[in-house]
């Protein structure tokens, strides 16, 4: 099983997105281990958005994400990270696929509603960065966990 980091930008909290994004991942067979709101201090955005320092938007991406309430979720799944990105969809939401949540929901480059981690390395440091206390994640087996998935191919 992988872990993924998901970000509810301020934009889906305003919008009154946060129900209907999570019930995207909860209806997919995702699991929720981690799940917090608040408005998060610039420096753990300075932190996250780190590997986009040099880019001309990084300034008002920090701006924007510091602003007010985001939600952040570890989910949790087979090949998560992947399952995740094709259902967030491309990032210029005007571009990305009806049928993901950027797409359904979005019109916007910078307020595409979503973040997730785009690879098992980013997801570590992405999930260390916004759940270090490993007391904030919730080890638990969903009932129905051996209908979601084949028992012998993807449970052995
Ligand atoms: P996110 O998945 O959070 O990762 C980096 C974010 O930077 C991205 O979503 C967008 O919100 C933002 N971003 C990336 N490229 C651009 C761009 N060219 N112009 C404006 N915002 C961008």
Known sequence: MERTLVLLKPD???RGLIGTILARFESKG???VGLK???FDR???????E???ERPFYASLVEFMSSGPVVALCLEGKDAIAVVRTLVGKTNAREAAPGTIRGDFGMSFSNNLVHASDGEDTAEFELGLWFADSAELSDWNPADLEWRYSVKEELA
């Open 43 to 49: 420096a753990l955005l300075e932190q996250h958005y």
């Open 30 to 32: 995702l699991k929720l």
């Open 51 to 53: 590997v986009h320092k």
């Open 12 to 14: 889906a909290v305003q």
């Open 37 to 39: 709101m608040r408005t």
